[in-house]
Nanobody
Framework: QVQLAESGGGLVQAGGSLRLSCAAS????????MGWFRQAPGKEREFVAT??????GTYYSDSVKGRFILSRDKNTVSLQMSSLRPDDTAIYYC???????????????????WGQGTQVTVTT
């Protein structure tokens, strides 16, 4: 069984920064994709960023590109979020996929393990 432990999140003013981290434990296998999704109230879960297959590629959604940086050290990923905006407010979920193909990196169905989620709130 794989477990994901998330940390970080909180309340910040617009323009500020926050850092999220996620550490995976358990039998993850040898080829692991780890990333972040987010879900705002009343909206579907959306892709934020991911590190595909042990770091072979890092991908971002257009909405966070240039503002968020995903880093990875083995099975720990961190998301440095800068220039935060009110529309970044959401619950952020760490996700891990053991067989994620490149075309499904931005699709929640491409991941088979999820963290509990951590709240990020950006105020004006």
């Amino acid at each position: 069984q794989v477990q994901l432990a998330e940390s970080g999140g909180g309340l910040v003013q617009a323009g500020g920064s926050l850092r999220l981290s996620c550490a995976a434990s358990g039998h993850t296998g040898s080829t692991v994709t780890m990333g972040w999704f987010r879900q705002a109230p009343g909206k579907e879960r959306e892709f934020v960023a991911t590190s595909w297959r042990n770091g072979r590629g890092t991908y971002y959604s257009d909405s966070v590109k240039g503002r968020f940086i995903l880093s990875r050290d083995k099975n720990t990923v961190s998301l440095q979020m800068s220039s935060l905006r009110p529309d970044d407010t959401a619950i952020y979920y760490c996700a891990l996929g053991t067989g994620t193909i490149l075309s499904s990196t931005s699709d929640p169905r491409g991941y088979n393990y999820w963290g509990q989620g951590t709240q990020v709130t950006v105020t004006t």
